[in-house]
């Protein structure tokens, strides 16, 4: 009982001031801005989930999810019926065009008002991107949504409900996400959803030939084109294999809550400057 009774009480304000001043760090470290030191190997490996992502999604539905260049060009064919035997696939390059704009607007004003290389809005952003992903890989799991292991290669729309119009938005929604976490980190370079501007900056550079260690931006641009293409590849093949299309946002998904997680871990301005001091 004396035991007991000498046991430390405190009141429920020092309890209140010990948990507060312990949260205090978090909370300022989830506000820090982050330094773009290898920053462009998050978006060069961007390039390759657009690459695994489009690859599959054009396989499975004739339209593609995050680059948005050849939707325009199917949307304008739609105008006269054509491709034939795809009756619908402007509808679905005008949903994946808009939901595109949708994503690129929400997160370059998130970027905006909060602060584009913040920690906590690149890790916010790419957990959201991750769980689009995701959310497309479990409706091509479950079968809910068709997909050419249910219902053959190159299918139209399934059924009056178009399911099929669900993870092609959420899809192009994420990938506005990526474009702007790329453009607010200032990697114009690489701006993770298109290649054409990117092939032309690479032959129009003046330092193509240049030594790597003298054109940084020339070297991204290669990476980001490479990446691409090996991504493209990779769906392709994972394409071909049972149930290929969900294994493809699996890894997709799985690529963007990692890049999500580091974030959280990724060094700071204040923690550089400290070590230049």
Known sequence: MNSIQSLPVGNGDDLEQRVGRRSVPFARRWKEVVVINHADLVFITCYF????VDSSAFNAWSCFAIMQTGNTIFLGLGASNQPEGNPYGWLKSLITVCFFLTGSFIFSQMSLRVGSRQRRVLSISFFVQGICILISAALIQGDIVPHPSTTGPKSDLGGRLFLELIPLFLLAFQGGGQMAASR?????ELPTTVLTSVYYD???DPKLAVRPSENVKRNRRIGGVVA???GAIAGGWIFKSNDGLGTALWIAAGLK??????WCFWKAEKDEKNNLN
Not at 49 to 52: D, E
Not at 257 to 262: F, K, M, N
């Open 49 to 52: 989930i657009t690459g695994l």
């Open 184 to 188: 607010g980190m200032g990697f114009n």
């Open 202 to 204: 690479l032959a129009s």
């Open 228 to 230: 691409l293409l090996i």
């Open 257 to 262: 809550l990692a890049i999500a997680v580091g």
